[in-house]
């Protein structure tokens, strides 16, 4: 599974409207209203690298009020349960 984290600038008075459409799209597993140099935050999730260019390129960047998108591939996942175990002493 390929995961990209897509920053979104869009149109202020649209954010509802875009957050609502792009959560609709196939491969967007979870879009977030933010705070701070961008509007929105989705996440995509593909099996294919491909399939990225479908989804935000041809699809999330021409939902109207979507200004300007930056894409970030994750490389590693590292859940808070991954995290604990690589810190735990096996002390219980």
Do not use: N, W
């Not at 995509?44 to 960047?61: K, Q, T, Y």
């Amino acid at each position: 599974m390929i995961t990209a984290i897509v920053l979104i600038h869009c149109d202020v008075d649209r954010i509802p409207e875009v957050a609502q459409e792009i959560a609709e799209l196939d491969g967007v597993t979870e879009v977030y209203s933010v705070a701070g140099d961008v509007d929105l935050v989705a996440i995509v999730r593909v099996h294919e690298h491909d399939a990225l260019a479908d989804v935000i390129a041809d699809r999330l960047g021409k939902v109207t009020g979507v200004r300007r998108t930056a894409t970030h591939i994750a490389f590693r996942t590292y859940s808070r349960h991954d995290l604990e175990a690589a810190f735990s002493l096996g002390l219980d």
